[in-house]
Structures are given as structure tokens and as C-alpha cells.
């Protein structure tokens, strides 16, 4: 019998080896993963974040099967619980529902129905508990929390992660690296990611993994994701926008890719360094009227995946160079934060090419900070670069940064998973 052409033998080994990658992170996915890959009765996938004004409201998403066609979130003052059980009222007293909105949503392993809910008129500076489902007493998720941002914030704590990417069965790396963070010695009150949260942005069960790594921790702090190129890759964006309930204030075009927000005196813009064609013009024109608003705030803190500068070989994006940098310098961008390389980087403050002298004076230029990665994927081919005044290989562990604004300063803080520190600096403005 005549062999196969090579093309048509190299197609079936391509089908092949996806095949085996979707049975393995099928097989591989960790216990606490959910039952179903469309959703169940009972609300999963739970993300929090703002649209709004975070002192005084709240966005809320899930997920669950078809089946399920109520959407309600019922919530009350944490604090408020123990006294109402002192006085002896009934435990509904003092709680409140709130009906959202549900759509219809096919992904490439079935249909699943997507849950939304904004709660307003929260007050500022206080923790809630909440739990959503349909409004029956079987449909209840379990009971969690969040903080409303303080009336006039002081200080803000910010968790921030590169990519965590990861190859089948390896999300528990990104959990490890997640789980570790947040219980370490220093609070905070958002999290950030700088894009390829996931290796194939546009198949469920990637996501399906990568929720199941974040269950206990999303569903209590607001979550605010850049798009990587793998979520932008083969229709993939779709899915960022079914899992993650994010502002529209930006380009149309680019809905929920681009957009910003504001938590007290620190002013964030979230860029798709992925647009091509017009969105680009778009997203330009986006970014110069967020930064001229917002003049007044202490903090301008910008973040997008693709790096300005690269500290992986062959990785220079001189788009992004000549589209985004000029706008940023103009109006005095204190903070950028890329992904895409796997390594750590702090660069000195950066201004036309050039690298101050003094690396902790914001007013001598922009810091750049590749954030590394929190994933299982690393990259041996990356380098520590001129412009670098700090730098941890991604060879070695995965990381996560913190961010600490306080008045003018702002503390950086890069540790590997393993408690080690790759930097701890504090910039002044």
C-alpha cells in the first residue's frame, strides 16, 4: 500500500499530539476541579472586579449549565452578622438579593450559561459576605467575601502576576504560586495579571483548569487581567470576555481588552498588545485620553503583555516602541507592567532611550517591569539586558510581585515561589 503523503502524515501526527494534550489535561486536572466542563447546578468560576467606583460597588460573574436560568447574588455586612446572631434575628436580617443578568454561551466542549451582577451602593470601606445561585436554597454557591475600596484610601496593595501559562496537568503550579502569595505576610486589595493566563486561550478546558487553580481565591479579590497572545490567538478572546467581567470604557472595538480604572489616588489603564490595524489607532487614542483625565492622580500605572523591553532573545517589539512610548512619556506614566518574557526585570527609569542614573527616581523616567511568570512554562533564552536594574531568571522558580502605594513612594517587592527575594525596592516621586 502507497504511504501517505508527508503533509497529509505530518497533519494526522498535528491532530495526534492535540489530542493526547486534551486527554491529558483532561485526565490531569486537579481534584477540585469541577464536574462538569459546561458548568454545573451549582455556581463556579467566580471572579470579582470593578466596573465602577470601587467604594461603593462591586462586579460579580459565574458559571454554570443551562439548566439554571436565575441569577442573583444576596450579600450582607460581615461585620454586621455576629450581632444580628447576638440579638437573636433571624440570620436573613440585614441581608439583600440582587437580580443580574444571564446569557447563553457555546464553548468548544458544549454550551454553558454566564451570570452577571454589579451591586451598587455599597458602603465604602466595609467587608461583605455574599454567595450567589439562582434564588433557590439548593442553588447557592458557598459563602464569600470582599472589601469596598475606604472612602479617601491612604495606601493600596496590589498582587501582580506574569504568565501562568501552563502545560497539561501543570495548573497546580500556577495554584502553588497563587495560594502562596496571598497568604504571605502582606494583604492587598486587588489582583493584576499581565496576559497568557492560559497556553490555548480559546479551549475550555485550559480555563476549566486554570479556575479550578484559583477556586477560594478569585471569588474573594477583584481580578483585572491584561490579553496575552494566547488569549487573543485562534478566536480566543472570546472566552477572556465569557470569564471576566471587566470595564467597557474602552474602544468598542477592543471591548473588555482595553480599559481602565481607578482605586483611590492610583489610576490604571489595561492595553491588548495584540490590536492590529485600526484597533491600534483605537487603543492610541484610548490611552491619550485616559492619561490626560487623569493628570491629576499620584499614580499613572499602565500594563499591557507584550514587552516594551525584552529580556528574551529575538522578542523586540519595536511597534509597541513607536506606537505606545511616546504617549506614555508625554504624560508622565509612572509604572509599566509587560509580560510575555517568563523573567523578571526592573528596568531604571527609562526617558528617550536613556536609563537615569539614580534607579529608584520616578521623575527621571518610566519603570518597566517584566513580571516573570507563575506558570509551569520557562524559557532558558533569557538575559539580563543594559537597562536592568534588577533581574531573576524564570528557569529558576516561578514568582509574584507586590506592589505597595503609600503618599509618593511605591515599594516593588519580587519574590520566587519559594520565599526567595529577586527585588525590593521603593521608587519616590
Request: hydrophobic share 40%; charged share 20%; proline share 6%.
Amino acid at each position: 500500500m502507497t504511504p501517505p503523503p508527508a503533509t497529509a502524515r505530518r497533519g494526522l501526527f498535528r491532530i495526534l499530539i492535540a489530542s493526547l494534550g486534551a486527554l491529558l489535561l483532561a485526565v490531569a486536572l486537579p481534584r477540585y476541579a469541577a464536574s462538569s466542563y459546561v458548568g454545573g447546578a451549582t455556581p463556579d468560576q467566580i471572579a470579582l472586579s470593578w466596573v465602577d467606583d470601587p467604594q461603593t460597588t462591586i462586579a460579580i460573574k459565574w458559571r454554570t449549565s443551562t439548566d439554571v436560568t436565575g441569577t442573583v447574588v444576596e450579600y450582607w455586612e460581615a461585620d454586621a452578622a455576629d450581632a444580628i446572631e447576638a440579638a437573636g434575628l433571624p440570620p436573613s436580617t440585614g441581608r439583600h438579593q440582587v437580580a443580574g443578568s444571564s446569557s447563553e454561551w457555546t464553548s468548544n466542549l458544549g454550551s454553558m450559561r454566564i451570570h452577571e451582577v454589579k451591586l451598587t451602593g455599597l458602603k465604602p470601606g466595609t467587608r461583605y459576605a455574599y454567595r450567589v445561585g439562582d434564588g433557590s436554597e439548593e442553588g447557592w454557591s458557598g459563602v464569600y467575601h470582599f472589601n469596598t475600596a475606604p472612602a479617601d484610601p491612604t495606601s493600596l496593595s496590589v498582587l501582580v502576576f506574569g504568565d501562568s501559562q501552563s502545560y497539561a496537568g501543570n495548573y497546580n503550579v500556577w495554584r502553588k504560586t497563587l495560594q502562596t502569595a496571598v497568604t504571605d505576610d502582606i494583604p492587598e486589595q486587588l489582583i493584576l495579571h499581565t496576559g497568557d493566563l492560559v497556553d490555548d486561550g480559546s479551549d475550555e478546558l485550559h480555563w476549566e483548569a486554570w479556575f479550578a487553580a484559583t477556586r477560594g481565591i478569585l471569588e474573594n479579590l477583584p481580578f483585572f487581567p491584561a490579553p496575552g497572545n494566547h488569549e487573543n490567538a485562534r478566536g480566543g478572546a472570546v472566552y477572556l470576555r465569557n470569564h471576566f467581567q471587566l470595564p467597557a470604557n474602552g474602544p468598542p472595538e477592543l471591548a473588555e481588552l482595553a480599559y481602565s480604572f481607578d482605586y483611590g489616588d492610583v489610576h490604571v489603564v489595561v492595553l491588548n498588545s495584540e490590536a492590529s490595524g485600526s484597533e491600534v489607532e483605537a487603543q492610541k487614542h484610548f490611552l491619550e485620553e485616559e492619561l490626560a483625565r487623569n493628570q491629576e492622580k499620584t499614580w499613572k500605572i499602565v500594563l499591557f503583555h507584550r514587552t516594551v523591553h525584552n529580556v528574551k532573545w529575538g522578542r523586540g517589539n519595536p511597534d509597541l516602541l513607536e506606537n505606545y512610548v511616546p504617549i506614555l512619556e508625554k504624560y508622565g506614566v509612572d509604572l509599566v507592567l509587560n509580560g510575555h518574557d517568563h523573567s523578571y526585570a526592573r528596568s531604571f527609569p527609562l526617558r528617550g532611550g536613556k536609563r537615569a542614573e539614580n534607579p529608584t527616581d520616578l521623575g527621571a523616567g518610566i519603570v518597566y517591569v517584566v513580571t516573570g511568570r507563575s506558570g509551569a512554562k520557562a524559557y532558558t533564552d533569557t538575559f539580563r539586558p543594559w537597562w536592568a536594574a534588577a533581574f531573576g531568571y524564570g528557569t529558576r522558580k516561578p514568582n509574584y510581585i507586590n506592589l505597595i502605594f503609600t503618599g509618593r513612594q511605591l515599594r516593588i517587592i519580587s519574590r520566587y515561589v519559594d520565599g526567595t527575594i529577586i527585588d525590593d525596592v521603593v521608587l519616590t516621586k
